[in-house]
T-cell receptor
Framework: DTEVTQTPKHLVMGMTNKKSLKCEQH?????MYWYKQKAKKPPELMFV???????INESVPSRFSPECPNSSLLNLHLHALQPEDSALYLC?????????????FGPGTRLLVL | GENVEQHPSTLSVQEGDSAVIKCTYS??????FPWYKQELGKGPQLIID?????GEKKDQRIAVTLNKTAKHFSLHITETQPEDSAVYFC???????????FGSGTQLTVLP
């Protein structure tokens, strides 16, 4: 099973709202990721968690706050977002398959900021 | 840092024909090259990957070739079907898959 799940599938929020995106995997992977994807563009890496610790933060604004409560869960807390933050937010996890670390993506949360 | 260029940006083929998508990378230390397929409204799905110690890998109708000297790799899809229509992304990384550099994507349309 190579499934990464994300909730919600769609989210509409105002610029003053606080919301959270959730991601879950049960593949025993120890690295989890958040990406942002704009239409017709490749995914852009935001954060990487390795063994539940933040290892990479690609200079993401503080209105995005990641959290890794345990090895299977990853959250992205959103606060005071801007309309330009509207995008598809993808979660991924990586683990070893045939001696090669491989990333698997979830279906994404489509976010619209009004 | 690594830079990955992907061509073409759009590709239309007739059902049953072959499709080829090409990527070039800049960092000779890159040694892992996955390909992802992204259908409309879905997340990217890994379809095939190759490591730098292998020149070619095949999985049914999909194959990937790697030329380390020229620093380019290609995705080949044979006997295309309408369900192959999607955006395809190539990527490259060094050592592990934790920092993938993606190409810009190719919109493949298979015409019935």
């Amino acid at each position: 099973d190579t499934e990464v799940t994300q909730t919600p599938k769609h989210l509409v929020m105002g610029m003053t709202n606080k919301k959270s995106l959730k991601c879950e995997q049960h593949m025993g992977h120890r690295a989890m990721y958040w990406y942002k994807q704009k239409a017709k563009k490749p995914p852009e890496l935001m954060f990487v968690y390795s063994y539940e610790k933040l290892s990479i933060n690609e200079s993401v604004p503080s209105r995005f706050s990641p959290e890794c409560p345990n090895s299977s869960l990853l959250n992205l807390h959103l606060h005071a977002l801007q309309p330009e933050d509207s995008a598809l937010y993808l979660c991924a996890s990586s683990g070893y398959r045939l001696s090669q670390e491989t990333q698997y993506f979830g279906p994404g949360t489509r976010l619209l900021v009004l | 840092g690594e830079n990955v260029e992907q061509h073409p940006s759009t590709l239309s083929v007739q059902e049953g024909d072959s499709a080829v998508i090409k990527c070039t990378y800049s960092d000779s230390a890159s040694n892992y090259f996955p390909w992802y397929k992204q259908e409309l409204g879905k997340g990217p799905q890994l379809i095939i990957d190759i490591r730098s110690n292998v020149g070619e890998k095949k999985d049914q109708r999909i194959a990937v070739t790697l030329n380390k000297t020229a620093k380019h790799f290609s995705l080949h899809i044979t006997e295309t079907q309408p369900e192959d229509s999607a955006v395809y992304f190539c990527a490259a990384s060094k050592g592990s898959a934790r920092q993938l550099t993606f190409g810009s994507g190719t919109q493949l349309t298979v015409l019935p």
